[in-house]
């Protein structure tokens, strides 16, 4: 073996020696012939214990008989790893080091640094400090402010590589005040927009104005109390919790059972308000396809106005029949006739959708139909943009007189409001998802200012279509008392523009319809089968069950304002008003910060809720 | 007895192949190496209870945090005169058949670094009227024969005063008993500040430990256990330790420049505490010490579970190679190579023709009682 001499005694020149065979052998660097010769040097200078790196260098690249020197006596096996003296070198190929393939390993050259220094300082220092304790120990665990955020985690191939986890990241916080104000606007302004000119007609003018914008208010109050709820429980882990939870951890689990039947009635109500309208615009858009077809004018005896921007009085009929059926006097067309036979509004039509829809309902998992969710949004611009049209076209009637009717208009302030505040208990809820959707903000902090201003926009909204159809209904041919619950219905189904608002609705309500039944499966049958999609029959008899009350009500009371104002009283009973200020004043009860004023407010809140309820029936 | 029998079996183990053979045991005691004649160095970590003393020593050392003390201290009870148990001290102290009292510390009363010396805990006030009486009792024992004292202050303590008192009474006794004694202050827990205040707050904690302290001299750090401060602030204090640092340096600077290494650190043994280091180009990582100190001691935590010892370790890939070996009695030694052409068993070769020199180093250096003396 080709090593030491004798170390000397005195160190300074063994220092000496060792630069001079560097330095000298350095020189000899470039020229290949130094083999032997470099070799033969480097013996006859054997004063020094440390070989320099190029010798060795050198030595490797030798011929082999030569090399053989360099492995330990009485072995002669080509050595195919590296060589380690602390081995057995009889055994050397078993006893090989861990081999990493040359490709799985990241250059050091690279410029861009895969996980950063101090990342990997901190994932090494953890994992070491885990080894430390036992696992039941929580000394030795990272606290929050030391762990990096979820975004900047990355899981670190012992390879090179680093990848970020996208699930992390996904859904965590990433959505700018804009984009939550316009997902929550988005979310509440569902079909009650389009109930609002008969609310407001209902109400009186006057008394409308304010009692939408009080309830807005009142509801803005009361989930702002809903998103506060979560905060003020201290004690256990909160952040994967929606507000049924929250009831479920205040009021046992008759919260969480009592959550969930208004949940359903909210659900089921607003699938009901579905189909009635569904059968509505088909019905009116089939109508209209046939008339083009057809080229027939639709000159019946309907009140309506004589000009360009015809509006129609579809219920000022004798018996006031609120529906309408085809009672319209024709001479005799047999085809037509035929027509009015199988394409009837509340006889024919509402099962044709069950052919449509019910396959539908049957998906287990409907993610594809909430790719739809932009037909919402386009929907409801397309609504302000008709409403303001129409606005322009017929101008405004207004006549304010304050409690006597008139036979054109309506009084200012009239006793039948709750039938309003019923449809805006409905219009303004979002108290059972607002708590997910506010999760997903990315400055939590602005979450109650995103919130009031995502409300004010919802309440111009409603304002400004309420009152633009109810001021620009033509007042003087026509009542303002004809002003239908469904606003689109005072459009005949030869007007163009209704007809794509129609097209839109009945396109945006299709896509919409399955999410809603999914909600409501899921809901119902995961609480009380504990599993989502127990079997294919009960999945069939719960969409029957509900696509039976929607056929039932379209074919016998299809009124959309009655409908969205008994569900909403009911369901906004338990979240909006019972719910939110009883939590409250518990939570300030077991804190010790009650005071009678708060308790007062609240209640009086409570009282709102009820009373709205009973009123409805009264109405 | 069987808990000194596996103390015994744990504690040659630990510190791997020695170079001389130990000491051997007087009669009556438990398996703890104290020569009758020369009292054992002691490095004291002192501290208010809760300021992180405990997991501090557990890092450090690369020892198992055991939260129960009481367990070992039954089976010792029978064997002896009197036994006074402090349990949250986790220290024993025991008056054996002689009348000699021994403080030592049972639950890691086999771990020595830098030699000779070895970690005390003690927590300094906040305790109940047992343990203070206890502590002025045995004040001068524990105070004796100090070589370090590292007193640990809670940043976030609400009872500064209290704490400062504490300390002062702490020096009192130092400057009795060991006067030559270093002092070393950790201010512990900076992560609980706020980045943008941390310099702050220390700075005003440095200025008034060190003018309470006067007239001995202390050196103040400010550490946090999820930093590479408390890393830094060790490695600090072993190297104010090693009395001829210095030249040990410029050995290590010889040899990685003779072998053409790329880096050569040097580490204390049992706490793989970077004594010096030596690099040739500029390096990418700044973390890179205190990591492979963690990396290390795992490894060592995972040997110590099949009763081996760590010993030495070679990385090598297609770009470097890394030589991880026992050097001195005290030392570690980490050779790192650019150049993967060069046979293991060269470097290896010269790691051990270099040992021999830093042994001699260490021996020739001085009549008086090295710290890296066995």
């Known amino acids: 073996m080709v090593t030491v001499g004798e170390h000397p005694d005195t160190y300074p020149e063994v220092e000496l020696m060792s630069h001079m065979v560097v330095l000298f052998l350095v020189f000899l660097r470039s020229s290949h012939t130094v083999f032997h010769s470099g070799y033969t ?11 320099s790196a190029y010798s060795l260098r050198k030595m490797a690249n030798m011929d082999s008989d030569s090399r053989h020197l360099l492995i330990p006596e ?4 080509i050595n195919p790893g590296p060589m380690n003296i602390q081995f057995d070198s009889s055994d050397i190929r078993s006893k090989r080091p861990f081999y990493i393939e040359p490709t799985n390993i990241v250059s050091v050259n690279d410029v861009i640094q895969r996980v950063s220094d101090h990342a990997s300082a901190m994932n090494k220092r953890i994992h070491y400090y885990s080894r430390l304790t036992a696992p039941a120990d929580r000394a030795l665990i990272a606290p929050d402010h030391v762990v990096p955020a979820p975004e900047e985690c990355y899981v670190y191939s012992p390879l090179g590589s680093a990848y970020k986890l996208q699930c992390y990241t996904e859904g965590y916080g990433k959505n700018t005040s804009l984009v939550t104000i316009f997902m929550i606007w988005n979310t509440m302004l569902g079909t009650s927009i389009l109930s609002i000119p008969w609310g407001i007609k209902q109400a009186g003018f006057t008394t409308g104005m304010c009692v939408i914008m009080l309830m807005g208010l009142l509801t803005l109050y009361c989930c702002y109390r809903v998103v506060k709820s979560r905060s003020m429980i201290s004690s256990v882990d909160t952040t994967t919790w929606e507000y049924p939870d929250v009831c479920r951890y205040y009021f046992g689990s008759f919260g969480q059972w009592s959550s969930l039947l208004f949940s359903l009635v909210s659900l089921i109500g607003a699938m009901i308000v579905y189909w009635v309208l569904m059968s509505n615009f088909l019905f009116n858009t089939g109508k209209f396809i046939f008339n083009f077809i ?12 004589n000009d360009s921007n015809p509006v129609i009085c579809p219920s000022a009929r004798s018996g006031g029949h609120p529906d309408n059926s085809s009672v319209i006097f024709y001479a005799s067309n047999s085809e037509l006739q035929q027509f009015e036979k199988w394409w009837n509004k509340s006889k024919t039509v509402p099962f044709y959708l069950i052919g449509l829809l019910l396959p539908l309902l049957n998906f287990k998992s409907p993610s594809f139909f909430s790719k739809f969710n932009i037909l919402g949004t386009v929907s409801v611009l397309y609504l302000i943009f008709l409403v303001t049209w129409k606005a322009i076209r017929l101008g405004f009637h207004l006549e304010f007189h304050w409690f006597m009717p008139t036979e054109f208009f309506v009084p200012e302030i009239r006793f039948q409001f709750p039938q309003l505040t019923g449809v805006l208990t409905l219009a303004f809820f979002i108290h059972n998802c607002i708590i997910t959707l506010l999760k997903n903000n990315k400055n939590q902090e602005n979450n109650v200012r995103d919130l009031s201003i995502a409300y004010m926009l919802v309440t111009l909204t409603y304002l400004y279509i309420g009152v633009l159809v109810f001021a620009s209904f ?9 002003i239908e619950q469904n606003f689109l219905d005072n459009f005949p189904s030869s007007d163009i523009l209704s007809f794509i608002a129609r097209i839109f609705l009945l396109f945006q309500m299709m896509t919409v319809y399955p999410l809603l039944g999914y909600l409501a499966r899921v809901q119902l049958l995961g609480h009380v ?19 039976g009350a929607g056929v039932i009500m379209a074919c016998f009371y299809p009124n959309i304002g009655g409908i969205i104002r008994y569900s909403g009283a009911a369901c906004g009973l338990a979240f909006v008003f019972i719910y939110p200020s009883l939590i409250y004043i518990i939570s300030l009860h077991q804190e010790d910060r009650l005071t009678w004023p708060k308790v007062i407010f609240h209640v009086f809140i409570i009282i709102l809720g009820l009373a709205n309820l009973i009123v409805q029936f009264f109405m | 007895m069987e808990e000194s029998d596996s103390e015994k079996k744990m504690e040659k183990e630990n510190l791997g192949p020695r170079m001389d053979p130990p000491i051997g045991e007087p009669e009556g005691s438990l398996g703890w190496v104290l020569p009758n004649t020369a009292m054992k160095k002691k490095v004291l970590l002192m501290g208010k209870s809760g300021s992180g003393k405990t997991s501090m020593r557990s890092i450090i050392l690369a020892n198992y945090i055991a939260r129960d003390t009481r367990r070992l201290g039954a089976t010792i009870l029978d064997r002896l005169h009197s036994l006074q148990i402090n349990s949250s001290l986790s220290t024993y102290s025991l008056v054996d058949s002689v009348g000699n009292t021994k403080t030592f510390d049972v639950e890691h009363s086999h771990v020595r670094f830098l030699g000779n010396l070895v970690l005390n805990l003690w927590d300094c006030g906040g305790q109940d009227t047992f343990m203070e009486n206890y502590f002025t009792s045995q004040r001068d024992n524990i ?27 702490c020096l009192e ?16 827990k900076m992560d609980l500040v706020q980045e943008d205040q941390r310099d702050l707050i220390f700075k005003e904690r440095e200025e008034d430990l060190r003018r309470l302290s006067r007239p001995l001299e202390c050196s103040c750090f400010r550490t946090s256990i999820w930093d590479e401060t408390l890393y830094k602030a060790w490695s600090s204090i072993v190297y104010q330790l090693i009395p001829n640092v210095q030249q040990l ?20 043994r049992a706490t793989f505490l970077v004594i010096s280091h030596y690099q040739c180009k500029e390096q990418r990582d700044a973390h890179r010490f205190e990591k492979i100190s963690n990396i290390i001691k795992q490894f060592k935590l995972s040997c110590s579970k099949l009763a081996a010892s760590f010993q030495s370790m070679e990385v090598r890939n297609s770009n470097f190679a890394a030589f991880i070996d026992i050097f001195t009695s005290n030392t570690y030694v980490m050779v790192v190579m650019s150049d993967p052409s060069i046979p293991s068993a060269a470097t290896l070769i010269n790691i051990r023709n270099a040992r021999k020199h830093f042994e001699k180093l260490e021996r020739v250096d001085g009549p008086k009682q090295c710290l890296l003396m066995r």
């Open chain 2, 143 to 169: 105070f004796r024969n100090v070589e370090v004292l590292i007193y640990v202050f809670d940043v976030e303590s609400r009872e500064l005063e209290k704490d400062m008192h504490y300390y002062q009474s």
């Open chain 2, 249 to 268: 340096e410029m050995n290590l600077r010889n040899f990685a420049e003779i072998i053409e290494a790329d880096e050569v650190l040097l580490f204390e």
């Open chain 1, 294 to 305: 057809h080229h027939i004018n639709d000159t019946d005896s309907i009140p309506s106005t």
């Open chain 1, 529 to 547: 089968f504990g599993d989502v999609y127990p079997s294919i029959f009960h999945v069939l008899i719960f969409n029957l069950f509900i696509v």
């Open chain 1, 74 to 77: 009485g072995d002669h096996e």
């Open chain 1, 474 to 482: 033509p007042s003087p041919p026509l009542s303002k008392d004809c």
């Open chain 1, 41 to 51: 040097n480097l013996h006859s200078h054997q004063r020094t214990d440390f070989f």
């Open chain 2, 173 to 188: 006794a130092i400057l009795q008993n060991s006067p030559d004694a270093k002092i070393f202050c950790l201010v512990h």
